[in-house]
């Protein structure tokens, strides 16, 4: 019952990966009881569960997530947005306004036009139908301010960190506000753009050696460099 792999290796579509008492994980598949990649990315196993973190995914949408998308047609009784996903969601003008929707009377360019940026819930999904969001629960809704930046959907756990406490210590270092849509697109705000820029350098350091041990520690010296470097200016 080999394997062939090591942990966190990189493999590429086709690659063998084990073979004989395994299960197949994410982006792998299974040929004469051998598992095989079927996406280039890192390996790992669990329980003896062979799972490929794709280097580069797509979201696929789940009910309950929050993600952040960008409003691309405004139609007859909703919205579109993109999600940055293969699939389209829908935002209904009932879920937005809080009174009775009336279609001729309520132009809803006005409320949400292309291009606007909505912190969002997944509210329902399945393969049949494209995915429907929801703004109706605190802290969602249009966005008036702050900055973006998009990462690779499987890279947000690794900026959550364990617990929580990757983010949680980005955020007291920074003093910013962060909204990790798990769709790969993240809102920073903070009191001033030294701020947010501070924190969007530690999430691209994040994206970018996700892969790597040690990753907190360094994100904690970026961090304090940094702000060594912004508190100099100043004086």
Same mark, same amino acid.
């Given at each position: 019952m080999p394997t062939f792999f090591e942990k966190k290796q990189l493999v590429t579509p086709g690659e063998l990966l084990a073979e004989g008492d395994y299960l197949p994980g994410e982006n792998t598949y299974v040929e004469?009881?051998?598992?095989?990649?079927?996406?280039?990315?890192?390996v790992d196993s669990d329980n003896k569960k062979v799972n490929v973190v794709a280097l580069r995914a797509f979201y696929v949408p789940k009910v309950g997530d929050i993600v952040i998308g960008t409003v691309a047609e405004v139609g007859f009784n909703g919205w579109t947005i993109d999600i940055k996903s293969p699939y389209t969601a829908l935002l209904r003008a009932s879920d937005v306004l809080s009174r009775p929707f009336k279609?001729?009377?309520?132009? #809803?360019?006005?409320?949400? /036009?292309?291009? @606007?940026?909505?912190? *969002?819930?997944? &509210?329902?999904?399945?393969?049949?139908?494209?995915?429907?969001?929801?703004?109706?629960?605190?802290?969602?809704?249009?966005?008036?301010?702050?900055?973006?930046?998009?990462?690779?959907?499987?890279?947000?756990?690794?900026?959550?960190g364990r617990k929580g406490s990757m983010i949680s210590m980005i955020k007291q270092e920074t003093?910013?506000?962060?909204?990790?849509?798990?769709?790969?697109?993240? #809102?920073?705000?903070?009191? /001033?753009?030294? @701020?947010?820029?501070? *924190?969007?350098? &530690?999430?691209?350091?994040?994206?970018?050696?996700?892969?790597t041990s040690g990753l907190t520690d360094r994100i904690t010296q970026l961090l304090k460099e940094k702000k060594a470097k912004v508190e100099e200016k100043l004086e």
């Open positions: 004469e009881n051998k598992i095989f990649a079927s996406r280039i990315g890192l279609p001729q009377n309520d132009e #809803l360019s006005q409320v949400l /036009n292309a291009g @606007d940026l909505i912190v *969002a819930k997944i &509210a329902s999904y399945d393969r049949a139908h494209d995915p429907q969001l929801t703004v109706g629960e605190p802290g969602l809704g249009k966005i008036t301010r702050g900055q973006i930046l998009r990462v690779t959907p499987t890279k947000i756990p690794r900026v959550i003093n910013c506000q962060i909204i990790l849509g798990l769709n790969g697109v993240i #809102l920073v705000t903070g009191k /001033n753009p030294e @701020d947010e820029e501070l *924190a969007i350098a &530690a999430i691209r350091k994040i994206e970018q050696e996700s892969h």
